[in-house]
């Protein structure tokens, strides 16, 4: 009976999230007469006009290119100063660490609406408003510190015995680090790079306030798709989810470590 109830709970669970992404992309490809019609549950024929339309006419797939970019460089910066940053944290005793951790969290704490005017100054000084830089870096500081702290989860559950044993036979701390800790950690860095390429593909603040010709796509949505059709706005859901889920179908299996997931 508990494993009937735990099943079903399971079920429903799924059923409530996978419903909105189902009839998301069912509006995304019916016609607008069916859409319209209260007559009609189930469209008469299916047609990817609106996606085309979105992609081709109104420019999107250069937003779409503009978001990728945007997320490769911020995780990329992520992992150059948040994985040294996540490895010290766990392999080095020194005063003030469970300070540096808290403050750490609380970065999170402001929301990147409340630093976005700021940086857009800076940027301005600096002639790099409304660049794709601009905007990489901003979800740069969105994400490390995630990077930092879900790193050292991580590198914690690696046990500092393999790289004494290591630098027993002769590498140096480095070497240790590169050739043995990193290899093993390699499933648990992924998946924290999905959650950085996620936060980063979603987020539309910074974009809308940095950036007038090259923002990216969630900020090109607010400002071309929504203020169209009904079915344009369920295309423009479609082509923001679709990238994200092929990214995590890539690299599925290194979804082990940090959600215990094992997806062949």
């Known amino acids: 009976m508990k494993k009937f109830f735990i099943v079903l709970v399971s079920i429903l669970i799924l059923i409530w999230f996978l419903v909105p992404i189902l009839l998301t992309f069912l509006y995304s490809i ?22 085309k339309d979105l992609l081709i006419l109104l420019g999107a797939w250069k937003a779409v290119i503009r978001s ?12 150059l100063l948040g994985i040294p940053a996540s490895y010290a944290l766990v392999r080095y005793r020194f005063k003030g660490k469970d300070s540096i951790k ?7 704490t402001f929301p990147l609406m409340v630093v976005a005017v700021p940086l857009l100054m800076v940027y301005m000084r600096l002639n790099l408003n409304d660049t794709i ?5 901003a979800h740069t500081s969105m994400v490390l510190p995630f990077m930092v702290l879900l790193g050292a989860s991580v590198f914690a559950t690696i046990p500092e015995e393999f790289e004494e044993a290591a630098m027993v036979d002769g590498l140096s701390r480095a070497q240790a680090v590169i050739r043995i800790t990193i290899p ?7 998946a924290a790079s999905i959650i950085a390429f996620v936060m980063s ?17 969630p900020a090109y949505v607010i400002n071309t798709a929504y203020a169209s059709t ?13 990238p994200a889920m092929i990214f995590m179908f890539l690299v599925r299996k290194n979804l082990v470590t940090v959600w215990g997931l094992s997806l062949k």
């Open 30 to 51: 019916t016609p607008e007469e069916d859409y319209y019609n209260p007559n009609k549950i189930l469209p008469s024929r299916f047609t990817f006009k609106h996606i």
């Open 184 to 190: 093993l950690s390699i499933q648990g860095l992924t």
């Open 102 to 108: 808290l403050l750490i969290l609380l970065t999170r």
């Open 133 to 137: 830089i601009s905007v990489a870096l």
């Open 68 to 79: 990728i970019q945007v997320a490769f460089i911020a995780i990329l910066l992520s992992f």
């Open 230 to 242: 009904d079915v344009y706005k369920f295309a423009a859901g479609v082509i923001m989810a679709i």
């Open 201 to 217: 593909w979603n987020e539309v603040f910074a974009s809308a306030i940095l950036t007038l010709t090259n923002r990216t796509l």
